[in-house]
């Protein structure tokens, strides 16, 4: 039988939280070297990380599906911060052995980016996803990976979201740190919201971002393999390599709606109003077109 996972506390990096084994190995992370055709993908969790992923793969893969279907997610793309109890720096690990251009994927707010990412002018793609959808998922997600800390019941969840007691931090921070710096340094910003809505506009925009030109058959194929349940149904691209003992699918499938809005099947009422007067108050200082709805 599989062993039994325990589940990770919450340690402060400069005041983030973060998984506690990756705290135990944040100097390498901080000591990271990237490299100028690196190009890092990054998110708060939930935000459509994977989605971009396989995205990015296939325009630099001219959309050839069997390429992309080389490995799993996770060991195409690695996971910069990541350490587990089991597995100290497993993402860095393997991006040492690996030639640029890599695509690196990480949650990390924009100050706690090792500074070579800026140093080396590596390209970054941030995704950005509507708050109420993005604490959904997360909700779900926490409920089904084993490693991630307790959720908890639902209402003391929305609480720690908005107070940015979550692992990686406050998401509003997180998304006001990189919309501010977007225009000074190398960052295409995108929403999943325009994805969902018209994802061959943005998959026409990252290739674009990304110094590459799609043929109007090749950008066809990549909406296709990149859809919702084109997507849930590829082995390499849906998380299925992950253990049970790890992503409980009992629980959640780690694809699980892909959709905007289905925050209204979670918040009531009362909930999405003291939710919505937070939020007016909290991103006061920063416009952000986030939409909850398409
Ligand atoms: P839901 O939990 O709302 O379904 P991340 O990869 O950053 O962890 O984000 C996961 C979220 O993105 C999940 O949201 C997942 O279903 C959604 N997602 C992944 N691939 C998608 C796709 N091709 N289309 C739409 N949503 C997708």
Same mark, same amino acid.
């Given at each position: ?26 100097e ?8 100028p055709e ?11 990380t994977?989605?971009t992923q ?11 599906a069997?390429?992309?279907r080389?490995a799993p997610t996770?060991?195409?793309?690695? $996971? /910069?911060?990541?350490?587990s ?6 993402? =860095?690990? #393997? *991006?040492?052995?690996?030639d640029?251009? +890599? ?31 993005t ?8 409920r ?25 931090g ?7 740190g ?12 995108l ?15 990252i290739a674009? $971002? /990304? ?10 194929? =990549?909406v #296709? *393999? ?5 997507? +849930?149904?590829n ?8 253990p049970?003992?790890?992503f ?9 709606k ?8 979670h ?14 108050e ?7 077109p ?5």
């Amino acid at each position: 039988m599989a062993d039994k996972v325990t589940r990770c506390t919450l340690q402060e990096v400069h005041g983030i939280p973060l998984l506690e084994p990756i705290v135990q190995h944040w100097e390498k992370v901080e000591a990271f070297q990237a490299f100028p055709e690196d190009l890092l993908i990054v998110t708060y969790p939930k935000a459509g990380t994977t989605w971009t992923q396989e995205i990015v793969d296939l325009i630099l893969h001219g959309g050839d599906a069997e390429m992309v279907r080389r490995a799993p997610t996770n060991t195409r793309m690695p $996971f /910069l911060e990541f350490s587990s109890p089991k597995a100290s720096h497993p993402g =860095i690990t #393997q *991006l040492e052995k690996m030639d640029p251009p +890599r695509v690196i994927k990480s949650h990390l707010p924009i100050q706690l980016l090792p500074k070579s990412f800026w140093e080396s002018g590596s390209k970054v793609i941030y995704v950005a996803r509507n708050p109420k959808d993005t604490l959904v998922s997360y909700f779900h997600f926490d409920r089904m990976n084993m490693v991630q800390p307790e959720p908890g019941p639902w209402s003391g969840y929305q609480k720690k979201f908005m107070e940015g007691q979550l692992g990686w931090g406050s998401w509003y921070e997180h998304v006001k740190g990189y919309w501010k710096e977007k225009d000074k340094r190398n960052i295409h910003y995108l929403f999943f919201e325009d994805m969902k809505e018209n994802p061959a506009r943005e998959i026409q925009r990252i290739a674009k $971002f /990304l110094g590459h030109r799609l043929s109007e058959d090749i950008l066809n194929n =990549i909406v #296709q *393999l990149t859809t919702f349940d084109a997507m +849930r149904e590829n082995p390499m691209a849906n998380y299925s390599s992950v253990p049970g003992n790890i992503f409980d699918r009992k629980a959640s499938d780690f694809l699980r709606k892909g959709e905007v809005g289905d925050w209204k099947n979670h918040l009531s009422p009362e909930e999405n109003a003291a939710f919505e007067k937070h939020y007016v108050e909290t991103m006061s200082d920063c416009e952000i077109p986030f939409r909850f709805v398409i």
